[in-house]
């Protein structure tokens, strides 16, 4: 998983580069307000800290799947500590998406267990999103607005999900984050999954 996600996220990096440093602007860009006052992926000493206890509401169905999931989040969090809902995006994710395709040769119950599978990761998604949009920051030093880097992992079976300290695709992500000049990165992050 740790190649995989290195591979990825360098790969985004790539294609952002590659774009000459040129993006063209777009209605949908509005998501990020006042992009100069964005600081992107501060280091610990400077990064909002989340207000601990507060929890996501997961779906039973998803709690009774059984399934692992680890979702990367990119959000902007503004100077009172809350996130600002517009800018939430899906960065990565460990299950696919409900458009994924099922091969010609797959079994029936194959197929339908990728969709079940798929429509779970999507209830998953959507309860967490909006816990995003819902959960508060503690800025340690004088607030501001900041692009984080936020992991979430569900764990089969049945263990309650929780917010993950530290994954290992975190330091990658926010080095992508770090290294991307800001209007490719908000660029790339307009085209990403995100859950307005």
Known sequence: MRVLSWAVLSLCSACI??????????LRQARFAHPDDIMIAPD?????RLIPGQY????????????????????VVDTSGRVEPSTISVIQKTLPDSSSYCPEAATRSLC?????????????????????????????????????????????PGVPASQVDESANVPVANQMLRTTPKPQLLGWLEKQTHCS
């Open 17 to 26: 580069s590659s774009s000459g440093g040129r993006v063209a602007p777009t």
């Open 44 to 48: 610990s000493i400077n990064a909002p």
């Open 56 to 75: 996501p509401v997961i779906p039973s169905a998803v709690l009774r799947s059984g399934m692992t999931e680890e979702v990367i989040f990119a959000f």
């Open 112 to 156: 339908a267990a990728r969709r079940d599978q798929a429509h779970d990761a999507a209830d998953l998604e959507a309860a967490v999103c909006s816990w995003i949009a819902d959960i508060r920051f503690v800025w340690p030093q004088s607030p501001g607005r900041a692009l984080l880097v936020f992991p979430f992992r569900m764990m089969a």
